[in-house]
């Protein structure tokens, strides 16, 4: 768990993609695993949300309208915002995964994704890296 939170708090994850039916069903999924979840349709949204500071995990689609998942991870690092990010998403490049897993991604995941594979995804994003 990251140092922002207190060992009796639930892990808060934000979930950033512009499809609907991705935000509602992984929003189900973490909420029944016991996660505080909640879900945007686009990086600006997130961007202007109280919930930022609370975010303890990101779950970032890489294409969106207006700003893509890899502009988001830019302008939070460029602000000193630290906050592991799991990228989901349908499409993407190895050029793009390489630069997301550059720039510090926790994981980099491919549409459709098992449910443990996410699940486990954002539970080691949140404990961060084992020494």
């Known amino acids: ?35 505080q979840a ?3 349709a686009s990086a600006g949204e997130f961007l202007q949300s109280s919930l930022m500071e609370e975010t303890d995990c990101l779950v970032l689609d890489l294409s969106m309208p207006e ?10 690092a460029e602000n000193g915002q630290v906050i592991p990010i ?13 630069r997301a897993m550059q720039a510090g991604a926790a994981s980099f995941l491919r549409k459709p994704v098992g449910k443990e ?6 539970r080691a994003a949140i404990e961060g890296p084992t020494n």
């Open 38 to 40: 909640e879900a945007f």
């Open 86 to 98: 799991v990228f989901l998403t349908a499409r993407a490049s190895e050029e793009e995964e390489r």
């Open 117 to 122: 594979v996410l699940l486990h995804a954002i």
């Open 1 to 35: 768990m990251n140092a922002k939170n207190k060992i009796s708090e639930v892990p808060h994850v934000s979930i950033v993609d512009d499809d609907i039916s991705v935000r509602r069903s992984t929003m189900r999924l973490l909420r029944s695993s016991g996660l």
């Open 67 to 76: 700003m893509g998942g890899l502009e988001l991870q830019r302008r939070l």
